[in-house]
């Protein structure tokens, strides 16, 4: 087969690193499979280089955060920041996720709480990939790529409950 073919198996060339510290350990989940997610999902939006670090903290934690960063006095479920120099072409992107909300409406959504810190990495990132979730029309259009995201990754649609 020639080299430059459009072959789907073909590996895209990329360099996209992961880094997930888990600060929380309420919910077990695999790093691997994470960040197969996030690196896949970064690609599929034309990320091509870029250090991606994830935080999974607490309720505490995240209120700090959003605190001292956001100016905004409460618990959240994800805040991510592009920490990339400006003209770069490597993006760095800091990202929190908070594993006792996610344990907590994970119970209530009657879905595994790994399926809800999914849905938490992955809206992080896609806020970062020029997805935003101001409007109920951005919202939907947002909503609805992690629930496929999701989908093909196992998890069904973790957004929508179905």
Known sequence: MNKNSNSPNKKLS????????????????GRRKFADIIKKT?????????????????????ANINRQFLNKNKITDVISFDLSDFGSDKKVFDIAANAQLAQRQAEIKKHSGQAELALYFLHG?????????LTAA??????????KILEEFGYGKVFSGQ
Request: charge should be negative; hydrophobic fraction near 50%; aromatic fraction near 8%.
């Open 42 to 62: 970064a690609l599929k939006f034309g990320l091509k280089n870029a250090i991606i670090n994830f935080a999974v903290v607490d309720d505490v934690e995240i």
């Open 138 to 147: 951005d919202a939907a259009k947002m909503h609805k790529a992690e629930d």
């Open 14 to 29: 990329s360099d996209i690193k992961i880094n997930i510290d888990v600060r929380c350990d309420v919910i077990s989940f």
């Open 125 to 133: 990132l896609l806020h970062q990939l020029d997805f935003d979730d």
